[in-house]
């Protein structure tokens, strides 16, 4: 059994990223290995925009990631500083709730208990 | 748009309060930020806000507080380069307090 | 602490990829992991300046690089080949750099416990 991080740093807008990393999650968590956390950088911060408005035919995996982590008690962070240079999370408007922010210090130290760490 | 006028000179802030242009800094300046920030500007305080003027000058960005405890550490020995020193000159945080004196940029909040 | 391989490989100018790279890269040696950054492909342009980067809209964020040896990063290795393609020559770049083949640099990957490519 292994202790897994997940870090997205890719676009997650209208592409399989999150539909990728919930896929991924599910699985490890199935055969038995442990997640540690899910960490999103770079352009991946778009998903934790509060006001997405998807229309009802395109899948919201957000919805379903936030819902998966919350069940199985995984923390879902965000560079809180990647999101506020893109205007993404600020005081007045913050992240949609199920993302927590979080800074690259948080993320480097707990790699520590990390065995391994898939990128996306 | 934030602004403070020293000498009757209007400079423009950034919505955190700190220089807007980095050119605009002056001593009289850092002295009336020190004034903001309720700091009362020693020798002391002076060598760390010229060290972190410096330091961005050479480096391009805002010093964090573990980056700035070392690279004070590294030259001016760790008598000044250590964490509790430097608290107790900026008490409400040597890197947020010491860069907007300095007329830097907010150091980011995630390093 | 873990050893941990930070591999980069866009150009400088490819949106905010290197320098968000590089805030990792101290966050992680901050934190006391042993860090190998590894420049391959373009990547290998961020090691030198950027000029008229006023001109370009966007702030020069490569001397940054110059705190890797103050954050006491591991090692930081140059790919002999992208050098070689960008005509950069060592002592240009802005840090002092380990230049490696590609095979060289297979074998130091496989030292890591983690990679992370930007």
């Known amino acids: ?120 | ?111 | 602490m873990k050893k941990i391989a930070v591999i980069l490989s866009h150009s400088p100018f490819d949106g905010a990829i290197s320098r968000e790279a590089h805030d990792m890269i101290m966050a992680l040696a901050a934190v006391e992991h042993q860090v190998t950054v590894i420049y391959q492909d373009a990547a290998v342009l961020q090691l030198l300046p950027i000029r008229r980067s006023a001109a370009l809209g966007c702030k020069d964020y490569t001397p940054a690089q110059k705190l890797f040896e103050l954050y006491e990063v591991a090692a930081v290795v140059a790919d002999a080949c992208a050098l070689q393609l960008y005509q950069i020559l060592p002592e240009q770049c802005l840090i002092t750099v380990t230049v490696m083949s590609d095979q060289a640099i297979q074998a130091l990957l496989a030292q890591q416990q983690h990679i992370l490519r930007f």
């Open chain 2, 1 to 111: 748009m934030l602004s403070l006028t020293v000498e009757g000179l209007v400079i423009p802030l950034d919505q955190h309060g700190y220089l807007a242009d980095l050119n605009l800094w002056s001593e009289k300046l850092a002295l009336e930020f020190a004034r903001l920030e309720q700091v009362n500007m020693s020798a002391e305080h002076w060598e760390v806000v010229l060290f972190v003027r410096d330091f961005y000058q050479e480096f391009r960005t805002s010093p964090a507080i573990r980056v700035l405890v070392k690279a004070i550490a590294a030259k001016l020995g760790p008598d000044k380069g250590n964490s509790k020193y430097l608290f107790m000159l900026f008490p409400e945080g040597p890197a947020k307090q010491a860069t907007r004196i300095a007329g830097l940029p907010k150091p980011a909040r995630c390093l």
């Open chain 1, 1 to 120: 059994m292994a202790v897994f991080a997940l870090y997205v740093q890719s676009s997650t807008y209208a592409c399989p990223t999150l539909a990728s990393v919930l896929r991924f999650a599910k699985a490890a968590l199935l055969q038995q290995h442990q997640l540690d956390h899910i960490f999103f950088y770079q352009d991946a911060v778009q998903a934790i925009v509060a006001s997405i408005d998807l229309p009802a035919d395109e899948p919201d995996v957000a919805t379903d990631l936030i819902a998966f982590c919350q069940q199985h008690d995984i923390p879902l962070l965000y560079c809180v500083t990647a999101a506020e240079k893109r205007g993404l999370a600020t005081l007045a408007v913050p992240a949609r709730t199920g993302f927590i922010a979080a800074g690259l210090a948080e993320f480097a130290m707990r790699l520590d208990a990390v065995d391994q760490v898939v990128q996306f």
